[in-house]
């Protein structure tokens, strides 16, 4: 600038001279690189949430057209493994949510423990969905492709070859939707689980201390918006009608 | 201002730069090997990788306007088959708007100029940044696999049942494309919303930034908030199209008026992703070209948002002939007229900018002058097709081809234009030859009216959109309107001469050739790699031309 | 000369929570999760719907405040959840303003 | 169909003149405002050209007068236009209470219309000048568009469903009829004619005849063979719903809730039987998917319209009363051109 006033000269500011390790070239200050983090997470989750919200749009306006389909589709699914699946991802939020408060602390040992058992719940998680899967649908037959048959609804309610028509379209929707929301759900879990791995190597070296652990906490965030997805899926999928 | 620049000489002589010098170390030239480029942070040198790559696609995209623009030449389909015209104008289509328009400004002179503007020594993830312009490069990749592979024939809109049901082309490829391209928008945008809340220098405060990033940050906030969802449905759309599952396709329940709502819930958000950052532009050179700040500044920020809000409310003006109901085609309409408020705004506040200003004539001020007319004209025929009454008549007519035509190439491409003259000098240190820039911004202009203003007229005539074969009645005007195009075509193709020969022969430029005011131009041309040798200090807001003489003396 | 630096203005301040109230919020949503699933077996009429997004509502929050920590982030971050939460019913609402309309003006005039 | 090189299409129905004037009237205000600008900086450039190299501008920081002003004159014209708009789409949307209707069905790549009376078209359409016509729309496969650029008014032909447009012809004629709707190959090959006939020669048209009968009784043919009597017969029904009297009432669904029976509940009620089931009977109906063309529902649809409530006087045929019999009527799917 002009006048010469000069906060410090770049590439060597002051808080570089004694630098923190883990502080990038571009941050002056180790708070603004965390700030930037997490605000970006948060951006990031803004974001997954218009996307999961295109497809609870679609569950909104068929709920809105087919409910006794929907009714009946929601009954058909396992309320126990569903309700499981809720406190185990319930469970993962808590521990994750306390290693990021083992890293605020410096417990190291703990970080590592609370990651794991993290880790234990999210794989949990997605084998009771596995077998939710499969149980349900996948011995009787994945009728892709196929000229009048559909992949899910003919599979889930045993019906073998009837024709697609026979399937009532609002029951199949309902299926397609559950597909497509837990489906993505599953998805951003098996994300969550690769980065938790890293970030679960990066514990056991040490990596992270009171003054650093933004990679802990920016995946708590993640981790618990999979968990808040889920949160709204129980209810809307498995208890459309539990009450007839 | 820094001792190396010679000021202008006169108010329409081209821009003298003896005495300028080259800096010894800057971005272009600290490092070299296909490795410094294709794994570079810099995010000035991801802005050179996007602006070569948005450039190739343009003139892919440009290729099938032609080809279009040829085969309407007659009434009859006599240069290409039905199915060939419907792939040219679906990759016109969807080349242009994915791989051009959205990624244009923001991608190119939003990444170089956002840390500079704003004193940062790069955006706050200059990895994402990368990131996303190989997500850019992939999509773009699939998209021209999907033209190798046969072209895609459903229009840009990808409307279902007609995409997911019926279409015989490369569909998939196409969507995937899309799809990748859209997630390379939003980590764009995150990475502008994040670099302008958390890397402003010290004493850059909110209302002494550039209205530049005021554009940009409320561009980034529609493609955090609007591009995932046109990404969920293009995967809903694939997911249908694969499995047959009855999403949007009627015939097994399901509805193809809500993969409009959704498509269009982020598409229409998309025409002021285009824009605004154009309005970003447009707003630094009325600023820049008539040294003087802006008129109204924080009305302009806020009509920037306000666009970018409201424009969020308004989708449905694209389905009022549907199969929406009356009543909620009326809410569309009401909000949409209100859209029109903002953007009226800024255009008076332009205008008003240049009351006692000290106006030159330099290109990028003709880019400006040639922005704000046409503009006025693709804004006011929104207006037409807001009101519902007249809109069912023109809807899905030339009409809108030439309405939209004036707001994204008559708008968002000059404003582009006119901003990669006015920054080149930063970009590559050296400037453009200004008569040869004078020429091209004439042709450019005359070009573009005399192939879109007929467009209004043989719309309102009744000549539907995507039409291979029309009425012979339509000749004339259609006749016109090729002609046009060949201006407008050889008018885009000069710059990209004179650039390219400017870089390596242009005169050197100096830091500050225009004697503008703004961060960017405090720093070298070209700038070094982390943008300042020092941290600037910010004390007063970016336009302040008026006490420029003081400080001088 | 502007004292303030902006790149201060917005940091958040490290924030530690007791253990205690992990523990408090986890057993809430649990708790809160029987009572959905309760809640879904009695038959509420047109309320289940509204009992058991109340519900999922209530939990999300827990979850966002304490675990995520935005009672104690940033008015940015909370700024940020709010304008999320703010498109979305955007993009639920007006969707619906042609949904929840579809059957006015049709019905009448199709009749005939 | 104009000869030349027509710069303004034609105004041949009743709403073309109020649209037309919207349009005007968005002319001038467009103009006003482009002018205005256009002078605006042209007289600023030159009056405030740079003259010599150090010049800057003066420090105008904004006036909130100026602001305010052109912020709420844009907004007042806007909103008056969009009252007129509305006023205008309303005209064309909302359908006078006595139409003659049309059925059409959009297919790639071609409009297939169905009179009452039994005659069909394709690609041509012939209307009476000065009567209220509704065309109601579906579509066999993609959306297509219906659009009379001369009457100013389209609609989508979605499939699924039914949609609905209306215009009164003031103008015996011969006009455009497009697909506006972007449909696949021969998307600018789904064209035709709509031809206004005085009222006199309409009549004259109709008795050209239909080989079939009416609509009604090609639907009736259909319900026989169909044997949808066996369970809709009047009187003896007691496994499905007398049809007497439904179309336009309102029925009680099993489920508690009501609907309005019209065409698109009749659409449902054969397609997707099990959806919508009448209280006090079983979804036993099968489907009758993919075994009902659109133009057969549509002549289905009419006879259950057709049909009165035991005891109930005749139908008011409408405006239209279907010419019965007649010998030159075209043969389905084929161009009677």
């Not at chain 4, 009977?281 to 063309?293: A, E």
């Amino acid at each position: 600038m002009p006048d010469g006033a000069l906060a410090h000269p770049a590439g060597h500011p002051p808080a570089h001279a004694a630098a923190h390790p883990r502080l990038q070239h571009h941050f002056d200050t180790l708070g603004q690189q965390k700030d930037a983090a997490s605000l970006g997470m948060w951006v990031f989750i803004a974001q997954e949430i218009m996307f999961f919200g295109g497809m609870f749009t679609a569950y909104m306006v068929f709920r809105m057209w087919y409910p006794a389909g929907f009714a009946a589709a929601s009954n058909e699914l396992d309320i126990v493994l569903g309700g499981i699946n809720t406190a185990v991802l319930i469970g993962s939020s808590l521990t994750v949510a306390m290693a990021v408060h083992a890293s605020q602390e410096g417990r190291q040992r703990q970080i590592v423990w609370y990651l794991v058992a993290t880790l234990v719940l999210g794989v949990v998680f997605l084998v009771i969905k596995y077998f939710e899967y499969t149980a349900k649908l996948f011995p009787h037959h994945l009728h892709a492709g196929g000229e009048g048959v559909l992949f899910p609804a003919v599979g889930w309610f045993d019906v073998g070859a009837t024709p697609l028509a026979a399937v009532a379209p609002e029951v199949r929707i309902f299926m397609v939707i559950y597909f497509a929301l837990t489906g993505m759900h599953a998805l951003h879990m098996v994300v969550g689980i690769g980065i938790l791995l890293v970030i679960l190597w990066m514990a056991r070296r040490g990596a992270f201390t009171p003054k650093w652990y933004t990679p802990v906490e920016i995946f708590g965030l993640y981790w618990h918006f999979v968990d808040i997805i889920w949160i709204f899926l129980f209810p809307l999928l498995y208890l459309v009608n539990r009450h007839h | 201002m820094s001792p190396d620049i010679t000021p202008t000489s006169t108010a329409s002589a081209t821009v003298t730069a003896a005495g300028a010098v080259m800096p010894a170390r800057h971005y272009l030239n600290e490092s070299g090997g296909w490795q410094s480029w294709l794994l570079t942070t810099d995010h000035k040198r991801i802005a050179l990788l996007y602006l070569f790559s948005i450039t190739a696609l343009f003139f892919v995209g440009g290729f099938f306007a032609l080809a279009v623009r040829l085969e309407l030449l007659t009434p009859a389909g006599d240069l290409m088959t039905s199915d060939t015209y419907n792939r040219a104008f679906t990759l016109h289509g969807v080349v242009m708007v994915f791989f051009f328009l959205i990624p244009s400004i923001p991608a190119t002179l939003g990444n170089f100029l956002l840390p500079l503007m704003l004193g940062a020594k790069d955006l706050a993830f200059p990895r994402i940044n990368l990131l996303s312009w190989y997500l850019y490069i992939i999509g773009a990749a699939f998209a021209v696999a999907a033209m190798v592979g046969g072209g895609v024939d459903t229009g840009w809109t990808f409307y279902s049942p007609y995409s997911s049901m019926a279409s015989n082309s490369r569909v998939l490829t196409g969507a995937v494309g899309v799809f990748i391209s859209g997630f390379s928008s939003i980590l764009t945008g995150l990475n502008f919303i994040v670099t302008t809340h958390r890397m402003r220098a010290p004493g850059m405060t909110w209302f002494r930034m550039p209205l530049f990033v005021w554009a940009h940050y409320a561009t980034s906030l529609i493609m955090i908030l609007g591009t995932p969802v046109v990404a969920i449905t293009i995967l809903l759309l694939a997911y249908e199209r694969v499995l047959r599952v009855g999403i949007f396709d009627p015939n097994i329940g399901g509805d193809p008026v809500l993969f409009q709502h959704l498509f269009w819930f982020y598409s229409h958000p998309a025409v002021y992703i285009m824009v605004l950052p154009g309005m970003g532009v447009i707003s630094e050179l009325v600023a820049a070209f008539s040294r003087k700040n802006i008129f109204g500044y924080s009305f302009i920020a806020f009509s920037s948002l306000a666009i970018a809000i409201l424009g969020f409310l308004v989708w449905g003006h694209h389905m009022f002939v549907a199969g929406i109901t009356p009543y909620s085609a009326l809410v569309f309409s009401i909000i949409s007229f209100l859209v029109a408020v903002p953007s009226a705004v800024k255009v008076f506040n332009w205008t008003a900018t240049l009351y006692k200003g000290s106006v030159s004539y330099e290109t990028p001020m003709l880019y400006t002058f040639g922005f704000i007319g046409l503009f006025l004209i693709g804004g006011l025929t929104g207006l037409f097709l807001a009101s519902l009454g007249l809109d069912v008549h023109v809807h899905d007519t030339y009409f809108v081809v030439a309405h939209f035509h004036y707001i994204m190439v008559g708008g968002t491409l000059m404003a582009y234009l006119g901003g990669l003259h006015y920054w080149w000098p930063k970009i590559t240190g050296k400037l453009y030859p200004e008569g040869w820039a004078k020429l091209s911004a004439l042709m450019v202009f005359v070009g573009f009216n005399l192939t879109f203003f007929p467009q209004f007229i043989v719309g309102y005539l009744g000549m539907p959109r995507r039409y291979h074969m029309y009425p012979p009645e339509f000749q004339v005007l259609n006749v016109l309107s090729t002609a046009g195009a060949t201006i407008l075509g050889a008018g885009y193709v000069l710059p990209m001469i004179y650039f390219a020969w400017s870089w390596r022969n242009g005169r050197i430029a100096g830091s500050n050739p225009f004697q503008a005011r703004g961060l960017e131009w405090e720093t070298t041309s070209p700038p070094p790699t982390f943008n300042f040798d020092r941290t600037p200090l910010v004390t007063e807001a970016t336009h302040s031309y008026a006490h420029e003489e003081a400080r001088v003396a | 000369m502007d004292p303030q630096l902006a790149r201060v203005e917005e940091h958040e301040h490290e924030h530690i929570v007791p253990r205690s109230l992990y523990y408090a919020v986890f057993a809430a949503l649990m708790v809160l999760t029987a009572v959905t699933v309760g809640a879904a077996f009695v038959d509420l009429g047109v309320l289940n719907v509204g009992v058991a997004l109340g519900i999922a509502v209530v939990k999300a929050a827990l979850v966002v405040l304490f675990f995520m920590h935005v009672k104690y982030s940033s008015r940015l971050v909370q700024l940020v959840v709010l304008a999320s939460i703010f498109w979305l019913l955007i993009l639920f609402l007006i969707t619906l303003s042609d949904y929840v309309t579809r059957g006015w003006m049709a019905a009448p005039q199709l009749v005939r | 169909m104009q000869p030349g090189t027509p710069l303004f299409p034609e105004q041949a129905s009743t709403v073309a003149a109020r649209v037309d004037n919207l349009y005007f009237f968005l002319i001038a205000t467009s103009a006003f405002f482009s002018v205005l600008v256009t002078v605006l900086v042209i007289v600023f450039a030159i009056k405030y050209r740079r003259r010599h190299a150090d010049e800057v501008g003066a420090p105008i920081h904004g006036s909130l007068t100026l602001e305010l002003v052109w912020t709420g004159i844009p907004f007042i014209i806007a909103m008056v236009i969009f009252v007129w708009g509305a006023s205008v789409f309303f005209a064309i949307v909302r359908v006078p209470d006595e139409t003659l209707d049309i059925y059409a069905v959009g297919k790639q790549w071609m409009w297939k219309f169905q009179h009452r009376g039994g005659q069909r078209e394709i690609n041509e359409l012939h209307v009476p000048a000065d009567t209220p016509v509704r065309i109601i729309l579906t579509s066999e496969d993609v959306l297509h568009d219906l659009y009379l650029p001369a009457f100013r008014v389209k609609m989508d032909a979605i499939p699924g469903r039914y949609t609905q447009l209306w215009f009164n012809a003031t103008k015996p004629g011969t006009y455009h009829l497009f697909c506006a709707e972007y449909c696949g190959t021969k998307h600018s090959g789904m064209v035709g004619s709509i031809t206004v006939l005085a009222p006199d020669e309409y009549q004259a048209w109709l008795s050209g005849g239909a080989a079939e009968g009416t609509l009604a009784q090609q639907g009736e043919k259909l319900f026989a063979d169909l044997a949808c009597y066996t369970c809709h017969a009047a009187g003896t029904g007691q496994r499905g719903p007398e049809l007497g009297g439904v179309f336009g009432s309102t029925v009680r669904l099993a489920s508690g809730e009501t609907v309005v029976a019209n065409a698109d509940y009749v659409r449902e009620s054969i397609l997707n039987p099990a959806a919508k089931v009448v209280e006090g009977y079983q979804p036993i109906m099968p489907t009758y998917q993919g075994q009902v063309s659109e133009e057969q529902l549509l002549a289905l649809t009419e006879y259950i319209r057709s049909l009165t409530a035991p005891g109930a006087p005749a139908p008011e045929p409408g405006v239209s009363t279907p010419p019965q019999g007649g010998t030159a009527a075209p043969q389905p799917g084929e161009p009677d051109r």
